[in-house]
């Protein structure tokens, strides 16, 4: 009980020395009134600066999940990356193409067998360049590492969109199959639109010699190094 009411004190002693320093930075410094930190200042002022770099570590963390997810990022999350991290902004940008592309494929489909052909053609594309990257002696294991993950980005992005576009009211009416029994192109065009932007391309490939695991819903790439 006693320690429980020295933690509230010390968490209402520590709220109201941020108030201070808040107001303290808040207020224009006068030459007289500039001078050296007492201890009680200096240790808040390190538990403010620690408190900054946790909220800015958190924040990288938090953003790098969705990125892993799959997820679209809010403005303010953009613009952080745009401040902080171009690199990542830049491929965050190719992934929601790639995830927009494939929103408008699945659109073009007249049946429930359709979009899952559609998927596992998309799927299977992955896979075909996961093995690629991961068997060229030629591309640093570094590089490896950074063109795989970003293929795991893409999939993440196909496969959130794929749930969100099954929970829609236009696949529920979609028919199971195609009723005169003729086969859609949309997975087809896949085949032919699917960019050929995967690392390898730009240096020679060795004929692949490894297996790869088969697609699943949750996770088709393997890191292959």
């Not at 930190?37 to 002022?45: A, D, G, I, P, W």
């Not at 003729?182 to 390898?200: C, F, G, I, M």
Request: net charge negative; charged share 35%; hydrophobic share 30%.
């Amino acid at each position: 009980m006693f320690m429980m009411a020295g933690t509230i004190k010390n968490a209402v002693n520590l709220a109201q020395m941020d108030q201070k320093w808040q107001q303290k930075k808040a207020a224009p410094v006068k030459e007289e009134q500039k001078r050296e930190l007492t201890v009680q200042e200096r240790e808040l002022q390190r538990y403010q600066e620690n408190m900054e770099q946790i909220r800015e570590s958190n924040r990288r963390v938090e953003i790098a999940n969705k990125l892993k997810a799959g997820y679209t990022l809010t403005n303010e999350e953009i613009t952080y990356l745009r401040r902080n991290d171009p690199e990542a902004l830049k491929e965050y940008e190719e992934v929601k193409r790639e995830r927009e592309a494939y929103e408008k494929q699945l659109k073009n489909c007249r049946s429930k067998e359709e979009t899952e052909r559609l998927k596992l053609t998309k799927l299977n594309g992955f896979m075909a360049q996961t093995k690629e990257i991961s068997t060229n002696p030629y591309i640093p294991k570094d590089k490896k590492i950074q063109l795989l993950e970003k293929l795991l980005k893409k999939e993440a992005g196909v496969q959130a969109v794929h749930r969100a576009f099954t929970e829609t009211l236009r696949y529920q009416q979609l028919p199971e199959e195609e009723k005169d029994g003729r086969h859609s192109s949309a997975a087809d065009e896949v085949l032919k639109q699917e960019p050929q932007e995967n690392a390898a391309a730009e240096v020679q490939s060795p004929q692949p010699d490894e297996e790869t695991s088969q697609p699943t819903e949750g996770g088709t790439i393997d890191l292959l190094l």
